[in-house]
């Protein structure tokens, strides 16, 4: 099974403009994101997908894989769809990796990975089990429902289950909730359809496009990771890095 994993990076972030150059310890956030994806041996290779030759040229100067892709794609869904099709249209498997999780565990990429020794898989992401009031009550963390095959159900900004006859701040007590880690894993010809659903009703109004595949009748597995993901999406959140470096 041929494994592609791609990272989309776009410079024109609208709260943190040029985030994959920038420096963190000595490599810019892009590099350490590749080189992360590349510690893992499931990859039959990995490539960046970008809209800017910035980030192309930067790409190359360490030897990386990269490929220009269109500035106009909406999301990273699209941009990893044009990529694979510039890169190896014959990949059985593209994993979207997130181009702003600079130090993102190879075992995160391996597990999802894993859900397509089911050949009934059409797309694969990971939740972890929340464990604060802080992430529980955090409309900027999508919290995942799921069946009891492991399958999503729902995702959305808002706590979800709601706990009945129980006080807020007793929900964790009483109800497990999984908050969602935002790596995706498509079959290709899956990957292909869902780049031509137009946007659903419940993805405009939560804001997570994995709404619009639900909606349209796919279906999406889901692995639990104990591992924590620090995602960068603004300038301030580069203090979060600080025990990593």
Not at 62 to 79: I, L
Not at 87 to 95: Q, S, Y
Not at 146 to 169: C, W
Request: with cysteine; proline share 3%.
């Amino acid at each position: 099974m041929k494994i592609i994993g791609i990272i989309p990076a776009r410079y024109a972030s609208t709260r943190f403009p040029g985030k994959p150059l920038i420096d963190i310890g000595g490599k810019s956030m892009i590099q350490r994101v590749y080189e992360q994806a590349n510690k893992t041996k499931l990859l039959t290779a990995v490539v960046v997908a970008t809209d800017d030759l910035r980030i192309e040229n930067h790409i190359r100067s360490f030897g990386g894989k990269v490929v220009m892709t269109n500035e106009t794609h909406q999301s990273g869904t699209d941009r990893c769809f044009e990529a694979i099709q510039k890169f190896d249209a014959l990949a059985d498997i593209v994993i979207n990796i997130q181009g702003d999780e600079p130090f993102i565990q190879p075992e995160q990429i391996d597990l999802v990975a894993s859900c397509f020794n089911s050949e009934q898989v059409q797309i694969a992401t990971l939740v972890k089990k929340i464990n604060s009031y802080e992430d529980l009550f955090n409309i900027n963390t999508p919290k995942v429902i799921l069946n009891i095959s492991g399958d999503a159900i729902y995702f959305s900004r808002q706590t979800v289950p709601y706990v009945r006859g129980k006080e807020k701040t007793q929900w964790l007590d009483y109800q497990a909730f999984y908050k969602h880690i935002g790596i995706y894993a498509y079959r290709t010809g899956v990957l292909a359809e869902i780049t031509k659903l137009k946007q659903s009703d419940l993805e405009l109004s939560e804001g997570l496009e994995q709404l619009r595949w639900i909606e349209n009748g796919y279906t999406i597995r889901t692995k639990i990771t104990d591992s924590e993901s620090i995602a960068i999406d603004v300038p301030d959140d580069l203090k979060k890095l600080t025990n990593f470096l």
